[in-house]
């Protein structure tokens, strides 16, 4: 069975540093795109990041350009989401989700992580 798993969500005080965690179960992940969205209270779902297959190619929304990292390690079937400079804006429930290509649609949701940016 396909499966999801987000970690790495927590409370950090602004400028601060998170890293996140998508480990994959019941599928090769490294055959497909992984991307990050983020869902605040209130707000509709957004794209934050998303890598290629093979890792070749990265993309950012503009408000985390710079400050966020996404990267694979298809060894270990996980895809990882490093950020940094964190601001209160930040705060969101985090989902990672498998895709067929970047911008592509999604096949399947993880359950999300929470991230708190706040003194």
């Known amino acids: 069975q396909l499966q999801l798993v987000e970690s790495g969500g927590g409370l950090v005080q602004p400028g601060g540093s998170l890293r996140l965690s998508c480990a994959a179960s019941g599928l090769i992940l490294d055959y497909y795109a992984v991307g990050w969205f983020r869902q605040a209270p209130g707000k509709e779902r957004e794209g934050v990041s998303c890598i290629s297959s093979r890792g070749g190619s990265t993309k950012y929304a503009d408000s985390v350009k710079g400050r966020f990292t996404i990267s694979r390690d298809n060894a270990k079937n996980t895809v990882y989401l490093q950020m940094n400079s964190l601001k209160p804006e930040d705060t969101a429930v985090y989902y990672c989700?498998?895709?067929?290509?970047?911008?592509?649609?999604?096949?399947?949701w993880g359950q999300g992580t929470q991230v708190t940016v706040s003194s």
């Open positions: 989700a498998q895709q067929y290509y970047c911008s592509g649609p999604v096949g399947s």
